[in-house]
């Protein structure tokens, strides 16, 4: 074989530099890698739409990986089970009628390789440090590497998108960064409600039914939900948080479609 050490170099360079330059405006720009943002994007990817995800960590999975308190297995209920078949992931019966096991690791590994397979461009170790807004409206995220914010004065750069989705988990950062500027969001107090204490069954219940529009283009999926509109938290079941992504997913694309529709 005939390369050396810079060969690989450039190819590396080359690829990486084109799939950046092709995700700088996209239809959805998704903060967050959990299994919220992760099943969000494997959908909207499936429909056509050009989906883009910023990681802050390494590894995208967000919460899955620990399962509760290092135990890498996770809970489900019934309702997402069709979701956890879709993607491939093998489900354990438990001795709880209507609740099931799933190993963490597979779960994070097949909903990243299912995003990926489906077209989402996935950005590790890039962080989401402020937001774009436009005549009342989020355009877009003002992003840097992990590994630069908060340590060295580097400038960031800028990812514009139709629709951006808050799937940050209990920080909702998009959320935060919106408060920070003084916007008020479509939350009954027009501020961030803050989540409530531990009950699982409500808290399941209510990321689904709030999983929407936060802010004109902003849409908050899985704990942002409940961080955005004061829900409770609810430990190391993950039924609402796919559920959620899903709804996300389906929320938006009709979102896009009748802005088409409204915008000629
Ligand atoms: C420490 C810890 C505490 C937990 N506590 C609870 C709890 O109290 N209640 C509960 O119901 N569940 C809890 N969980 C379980 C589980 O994490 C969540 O329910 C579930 O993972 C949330 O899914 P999500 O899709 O909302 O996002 P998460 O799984 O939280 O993933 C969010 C992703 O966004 C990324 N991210 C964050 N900020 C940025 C940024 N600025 N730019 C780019 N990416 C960013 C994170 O790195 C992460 O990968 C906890 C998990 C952990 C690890």
């Given at each position: 074989m005939n390369f050396d050490e810079t060969h690989i170099t450039i190819e590396i360079i080359k690829s990486y530099q084109a799939k950046l330059l092709d995700s700088v405006r996209s239809d959805v720009l998704i903060a967050g890698a959990g299994p919220s943002g992760l099943l969000a994007g494997y959908y909207l990817a499936r429909e056509g739409m050009k989906t883009v995800i910023v990681e802050k960590?390494?590894?995208?999975g967000g919460g899955i990986w620990g399962g509760g308190m290092c135990m890498n297995e996770i809970v489900i209920q019934e309702g997402a089970l069709e979701i956890v078949r879709e993607i491939g992931v093998r489900i354990k019966k438990t001795g709880q009628e209507g609740l099931y096991c799933i190993d963490a690791l597979e779960l994070a590994s097949a909903l990243t390789l299912k995003a990926i397979q489906a077209g989402v461009r996935i950005f590790n170790?890039?962080?989401?440090?402020d937001v774009c807004v436009t005549d009342q409206r989020v355009t877009g995220l003002v992003v840097n590497r992990t590994t630069i914010v908060?340590?060295?004065?580097v400038d960031p750069i800028t990812l514009k998108a139709k629709v951006v989705l808050d799937?940050?988990?209990?920080?909702a950062v998009v959320v935060n960064f919106l408060k920070k500027h003084g916007y008020r969001i479509f939350s009954p107090t027009g501020q961030m409600m803050g989540e409530g204490a531990m009950d699982a069954p409500a808290g399941e219940r209510f990321v689904e039914e709030h999983?929407?529009?936060?802010?004109?283009g902003l849409y908050v999926s899985g704990m942002s939900v409940c961080a955005a509109f004061g829900g409770p938290r609810m430990g190391p079941i993950f039924g609402g948080m796919l559920l959620s992504g899903k709804k996300a997913a389906s929320l938006i694309l009709n979102h896009i479609k009748t802005s088409v529709v409204r915008e000629g």
């Open positions: 960590n390494l590894s995208p170790l890039l962080c989401a440090e908060g340590q060295l004065h799937a940050t988990g209990h920080d999983t929407g529009e936060v802010y004109s």
